[in-house]
C-alpha cells in the first residue's frame, strides 16, 4: 500500500480502483466517459480535471480529452501556459491518418505533471489530448464532413497505432464536453463514450437542462451508440446552509436520475471556485482537505458504478454454467 493512511478517502479509492484495473483486464478496455450536461456553469470541466487527477493518484492510466473549443478543462490541467496547445484536438478531428502530414494522438497528447503527489504511483499516469479555441472554427467542417461526428469514435476507439488503439491504452478516458450538446462536439463524445457521467447543481434554474441532456443521450442511443447509458449523476455546488430550495433541489435531481446520483453531493467551496487553474493542487500536499476528502469519495462512488457497468457487460464466466 504505497499510500499514507491519514490521507482521507485514499484507500477506499486505492481499492476500487485495482478492482478496476482487473476488470478492465479481462474486459479487454478500459471505459470512455463522457462528462455532459446541456448547461454551462455547472461544474463538468472542474469535476472532470479534479476526478482524473484523483483516479491517477491512484495508479490509473488516465487520458483527458478536452472536446470544448472553451477549453476549460485544458487550462485546468496545464496552468500558466502562455498560449494554449498547438497542435490539439480539432487538429486531429481534420488530420490525415496516412501521408506525409499525417498527425497521429501520440503528437498531440501531453503528460500533466502533478507539482506534488502523494503517491508515486500517480507519476505518469496523467494525460491530456487539450483543446484549443481554433476548434470553434471546425463547426461547419465537421457538420458537412462524411465522417463528422463519427472521427472522434474512430480516433478513440477505432484508430490503432503500434497494436493499440487510445481505448486499449488508458485505464480510463474522460472527454470533458461543452455545454451545449447540440454542437457538435457535444454529439462527437455521446457516440464516442461508453458511458455518462452527469454533474448538476440542486439550483431549480439548472433542472431543465437534466430533461435535454437525457433526450440527448436518447439520440445517440438510438442508432450511433446503442449501449450508451448515463452511469451516474453528480450534484455539485451543494450548499447545506442555503437551506429548502438547496434540498429540495437536490430531491428533484434524484426524481429526475433515481439511484444514479451519487451521494454525497459535492460542496460549494471557496477553495474550488477561487482556483480553477490549480485543480491539481486542490488533491495534493495536504492543503484544502474538505474538497479533496469530496472529490476522492465522490471519484470511489462513480468508479464503483463504472466498474458495476462493466460487470453486467462482461460477466465472468461462471463455473459450470450453461
Ligand atoms: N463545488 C464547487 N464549489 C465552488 N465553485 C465551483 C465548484 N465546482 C465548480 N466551481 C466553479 O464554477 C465555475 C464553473 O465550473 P466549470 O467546471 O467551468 O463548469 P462547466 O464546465 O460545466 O461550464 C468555475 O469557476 C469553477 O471554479
Ligand atoms: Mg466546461
Redesign the pocket.
Given at each position: 500500500m504505497p499510500a499514507s493512511k491519514e490521507v482521507s478517502g485514499f484507500e477506499a479509492l486505492f481499492k476500487v480502483a485495482k478492482n478496476y484495473q482487473k476488470k478492465i483486464k479481462t474486459a479487454g478496455n478500459g471505459a470512455v466517459l463522457v462528462v455532459a450536461?446541456e448547461k454551462?456553469?455547472?461544474?463538468?470541466?472542474?469535476?472532470t480535471a479534479l476526478m482524473a487527477s484523483a483516479l491517477a493518484e491512484v495508479g490509473l492510466k488516465v487520458l483527458v480529452i478536452d472536446i470544448d473549443p472553451q477549453s476549460?478543462v485544458t487550462q485546468m490541467l496545464l496552468p500558466n501556459l502562455e498560449k494554449l496547445p498547438s497542435p490539439a484536438i480539432g487538429d486531429l478531428l481534420t488530420a490525415d491518418f496516412d501521408g506525409d502530414n499525417a498527425i497521429f494522438p501520440a503528437d498531440v497528447i501531453q503528460e500533466v505533471r502533478a507539482g506534488t503527489v502523494y503517491n508515486a504511483e500517480a507519476l505518469g499516469k496523467l494525460f491530456l489530448l487539450p483543446s484549443n479555441p481554433q476548434l470553434g472554427k471546425l463547426n461547419s467542417y465537421l457538420a458537412t464532413n462524411i465522417n463528422g461526428r463519427q472521427i472522434l469514435k474512430f480516433i478513440v476507439k477505432e484508430l490503432v497505432i503500434e497494436n493499440k488503439a487510445l481505448v486499449n491504452e488508458y485505464d480510463l478516458i474522460l472527454i470533458d464536453t461543452p455545454?451545449q450538446l447540440d454542437s457538435i462536439f457535444a454529439e462527437s463524445a455521446l457516440i464516442a463514450g461508453d458511458m455518462v457521467l452527469m454533474?448538476t447543481t440542486p439550483r431549480p434554474v439548472d433542472q431543465w437542462a437534466i430533461a435535454q441532456t437525457i433526450q440527448k443521450i436518447r439520440e445517440a442511443k438510438k442508432v450511433a451508440n446503442r449501449g450508451l447509458e448515463i452511469v451516474a449523476a453528480v450534484v455539485?455546488?451543494y450548499d447545506p446552509r442555503s437551506g429548502l430550495v438547496e434540498s429540495e433541489g437536490l430531491e428533484a435531481v434524484k426524481a429526475a436520475l433515481g439511484d444514479r446520483v451519487v451521494e454525497p453531493p459535492?460542496?460549494?467551496?471557496k477553495t474550488?471556485?477561487n482556483s480553477?487553474a490549480k485543480s491539481m493542487s486542490l488533491l495534493t500536499s495536504g492543503q484544502a482537505q474538505k474538497p479533496a476528502d469530496d472529490f476522492r469519495q465522490t471519484t470511489t462512488e462513480v468508479l464503483a458504478r463504472i466498474l458495476a457497468r462493466i460487470e453486467l457487460n462482461n460477466p465472468s464466466k461462471a463455473k459450470g454454467g450453461r
Open positions: 450536461n454551462g456553469g455547472i461544474g463538468k470541466s472542474t469535476i476549460s455545454s454533474p455539485n455546488m459535492i460542496r460549494s467551496l474550488i471556485a480553477p
